[in-house]
């Protein structure tokens, strides 16, 4: 079991551009959670995909944007990139969203705004 | 607001002494609690969990305690290693893990 994985590990984008980060879920997980994680601090929830839908949301800009697909895999997209963007970008995954079910985190992609 | 903190940004053990790390919530509706390690460049791992119908539960050479009287959490590591070197992070989970800030702990040998 390859666990959470992400892609890719670390990305360098300028001030504008748009940027995809992909995450594929541990084996027999159907739930997908993304978080930013700024240096020093702990991650912050940006949201959460379940069934192929935004289950919940945190408190970011619309900017910020994802999708899951049927095979339960999961892309984060952030369109006009700013240089407060930079940080670690993690995806967790669960079986059955809820709010007991133990999360397993991804490597992380390493995202630079330049 | 509502937010899950930690009482100190870091810690400094020697190895086989026994390390302590605390946490201070503040939502008494919340139910289950997970502590997480975080290497430098890793993502956060699955330490241990906890549920508010309990109020400790042991694994290996780890302990949480739970007090929902006080709203606190605690995460106790026996017998320190340097391997057990990294930020510790409380979450409460509400559907979306909401961490705190995190420990670092430092041991050294």
């Known amino acids: 079991d390859a666990g959470v994985t992400q892609s890719p590990t670390h990305l360098i984008k300028t001030r504008g551009q748009q940027v995809t980060l992909r995450c594929s879920p541990k084996?027999?997980?159907?739930?997908v959670s993304w978080y930013q994680q700024a240096l020093g601090q702990g991650p912050q929830f940006i949201f959460q995909?379940?069934?192929?839908?935004?289950?919940q949301r945190g408190n970011f800009p619309d900017r910020f944007s994802g999708h899951q697909f049927p095979n339960y895999s999961s892309e984060l997209n952030v369109n006009a990139l700013l240089l407060g963007d930079s940080a670690l970008y993690l995806c967790?995954?669960?079986?059955?969203?809820?709010?007991?079910?133990?999360?397993?985190f991804g490597q992380g992609t390493r995202l630079t705004v330049v | 607001g509502e937010s899950v903190g930690l009482h100190l940004p870091t810690l400094s053990v020697q190895e086989g002494d026994n390390s302590i790390i605390n946490c201070a919530y503040s939502?008494?509706?919340?139910?289950?609690f997970i502590w997480y390690k975080q290497e430098s460049g890793k993502g956060p791992q699955f330490i241990i969990d906890?549920?508010?119908?309990?109020d400790k539960r042991q694994g290996q050479r780890v302990t949480v305690l739970l007090n929902k009287t006080v709203k606190h959490l605690s995460l106790q590591i026996a017998a320190t290693q340097p391997g057990d070197s990294a930020v510790y992070f409380c979450?409460?989970?509400?559907?979306?893990?909401?961490f705190g800030k995190g420990t670092t702990l430092s041991v050294s040998s």
């Open positions: 967790a995954s669960s079986h059955n969203a809820g709010q007991d079910t133990e999360a397993f």
């Open positions: 995909y379940y069934e192929e839908e935004e289950r």
């Open positions: 979450a409460e989970s509400r559907i979306a893990l909401i």
């Open positions: 939502n008494s509706a919340s139910d289950y």
């Open positions: 906890i549920r508010s119908n309990m």
């Open positions: 084996s027999g997980h159907d739930t």
